[in-house]
């Protein structure tokens, strides 16, 4: 099992450039959700999806777009870069159960991005 | 809208030692669920513990184990025996239901001491 894969895992852009981060997960988690990491404020949730086809707003979402086509992929767009979007972004999913493992999340490794 | 608090950006414990993390949460529900995970400096975050808000017994996962206090809304973690590799950051975390929102506190800092 590749748990969350996320890619790519450096990403330097400049102020203006749009780019994507992917995320794939092969656990059919029906969950997914993407988190940015700053110093000092935790991981602050941008946008999340509960299936294909759904998707809503976190506590951070300006800037950034999402979609869910498919159960395995929840790409985060980023449409023009700013220095405020520098940060190590992480996806995590997990799925629904009455089992201890319930909506315990599953998190990548991480991409650290940097906007100049 | 729902909150974590970690009011500890940084402790340091003797190894060997206890040491005790604090969060607390806001909420008005009644049924959630509340996490603790660890990030090491390998940056990958690990789950540590989960305890249900229905359940009154407090989590335990070996060394680790919880203190919740749901009319408080408080959810400490209790670290035993602290070991080397459990210098991290330590992220309290919060969720209503099976497919809401996960919030997550700011994060305590934890140093071992040798």
């Known amino acids: 099992n590749a748990g969350v894969t996320q890619t790519p895992k450096f990403q330097v852009l400049k102020t203006g450039q749009s780019m994507t981060l992917q995320c794939a997960q092969d656990m059919n988690h029906e969950y997914m959700s993407w988190y940015r990491q700053d110093p000092g404020m935790g991981l602050r949730l941008i946008h999340y999806s509960v299936g294909a086809g759904i998707t809503d707003q976190g506590e951070v979402p300006n800037g950034y777009n999402v979609s869910r086509s498919t159960t395995e992929d929840f790409p985060l767009r980023l449409l023009s870069a700013a220095p405020s979007q520098t940060s190590v972004y992480f996806c995590a999913s997990s799925y629904s159960s009455t089992s201890s493992g319930a909506n315990v999340l599953t998190f990548g490794a991480g991409s650290r991005l940097t906007v100049l | 809208a729902q909150t974590v608090t970690q009011s500890q950006p940084e402790m340091s414990v003797q190894e060997a030692e206890t040491v005790t993390l604090s969060c607390t949460y806001d909420t008005s529900e009644s049924d959630y669920y509340l996490f603790w995970y660890k990030q090491p400096p390998s940056r990958q975050m690990i789950l540590v513990i989960r305890?249900?808000?229905?359940?009154?017994q407090n989590a335990t996962e070996n060394r680790f184990s919880v203190n919740f206090q749901k009319a408080a809304k408080s959810f400490s973690l209790k670290i035993s025996d602290s070991q080397l590799g459990d210098a991290a950051m330590y992220f309290c975390a919060y969720t209503e239901t099976s497919y809401d929102k996960v919030i997550f506190g700011p994060g305590t800092s934890l140093s071992v001491i040798p």
């Open positions: 305890q249900e808000a229905y359940k009154q």
